[in-house]
């Protein structure tokens, strides 16, 4: 009997994002995961227009340089996408000789505004894909990694020592997976408080990194 496993996620998702898109053949599953359901890139545009009016392809280059190559959406989805922004009144659009530049009006900056943490949230996952694309790739064509001065990989600027972490802590997980609800209340506990340590590092960046101890 053979099983298919559930890839590449669903498409009305960022399904750039997910850890699973990212086990078993990296590879695959790398390519076939780039795409961002369409609400989520309607925001990325609206949130690249609060930094300046902009034409359709500028849009396409910022998305594509943001990620560092890894996520390039064609015209044939930005442009769709600006219409409907258009439509719901978030965005304005002018002629510029042939082409159309885009603005974000009052009510787009206020509806921005209500989404804005979602908004950076969309971002940073899609830079922290770019990164897992550009750390797999050097593994899977062997490339010797080059660090610098705190010994970060200067493709990524992540420490190996933090990657092994994340892995060591995803296969500690998988071996619990068949763990009585007794053991997954522990595990919920533990990862309660390292969430919460790690959640108080953006409050005080420079801070003590010690775990956050039980109320």
């Known amino acids: 009997m053979h099983f298919r496993l559930p890839f590449p996620p669903r498409p009305h998702t960022l399904s750039i994002l997910p850890e699973s898109a990212f086990a078993g053949d990296e590879g695959r599953h790398l390519m076939r995961g780039r795409k961002v359901g369409a609400e989520d890139l309607q925001l990325m545009l609206l949130a690249l227009l609060e930094k300046q009016g902009s034409h359709g392809y500028d849009l396409i280059k910022a998305l594509d340089e943001l990620s560092n190559g890894y996520y390039k959406p064609s015209p044939g989805v930005v442009y769709p996408a600006l219409g409907h922004l258009e439509t719901s009144g978030w965005v304005a659009c002018s002629r510029e000789g042939a082409k159309k530049r885009y603005e974000l009006t009052t009510a787009g900056t206020e509806h921005l505004r209500t989404q804005h943490t979602r908004a950076q949230l969309l971002f940073k996952r899609l830079q922290h894909a770019s990164k897992r694309m550009a750390w797999l790739r050097q593994a899977m064509d062997g490339q ?57 590092l953006d409050e005080n960046p420079g801070g003590s990194t010690s775990p956050a101890t039980k109320e």
């Not at 997976?177 to 340590?197: C, E, F, G, H, N």
Request: charged residues 25%.
């Open 144 to 200: 010797p990694r080059e660090l610098g001065p705190e010994g970060e990989d200067l493709a990524t600027g992540w420490l190996p020592e933090l990657v092994d972490m994340r892995r060591a802590l995803r296969m500690a997980l998988m071996k619990h997976t068949d763990a009585t609800p007794a053991t997954q209340r522990r595990l919920i506990a533990i990862l309660q408080q390292t969430v919460k340590s790690i959640a108080a």
